[in-house]
Nanobody, 116 residues
Framework: QVQLVESGGGLVQPGGSLRLSCAAS????????VSWYRQAPGKQRELVAF???????VYVNSVKGRFTISRDNVKNTVYLEMNSLKPEDTALYLC??????????WGQGTQVTVSS
């Protein structure tokens, strides 16, 4: 059974940092493109960043320079390091794993709230 479990969310003040984790089981995460999405109340789900199976990271403009996506293939985990957080970063953050011919999987999400 495939599971993606996000953790690391919480309440943080503006300008603060959090590191989110997406721990995979039942798949080898390095075989998949792993993405982080977020969804704020009343808004559409939006892509934040993704890491191709070959490595590296691609970011949307609103988080470029503040967020970093990385992988630990030993732990089968993908991280999202978030710095200089803003109130508009408040959302439920979800990870997605996609591999052509391998399928698509989503986690349940972890809540990030940026507020003073």
């Amino acid at each position: 059974q495939v599971q993606l479990v996000e953790s690391g969310g919480g309440l943080v003040q503006p300008g603060g940092s959090l590191r989110l984790s997406c721990a995979a089981s039942g798949i080898i995460a390095s075989d998949y493109t792993v993405s982080w999405y977020r969804q704020a109340p009343g808004k559409q789900r939006e892509l934040v960043a993704f890491s191709p199976s070959s490595g590296g990271g691609v970011y949307v403009n609103s988080v470029k320079g503040r967020f970093t996506i990385s992988r630990d293939n030993v732990k089968n985990t993908v991280y999202l390091e978030m710095n200089s957080l803003k109130p508009e970063d408040t959302a439920l953050y979800l990870c997605r794993a996609y591999g052509p011919g391998r399928g698509e999987y989503w986690g349940q999400g972890t809540q990030v709230t940026v507020s003073s």
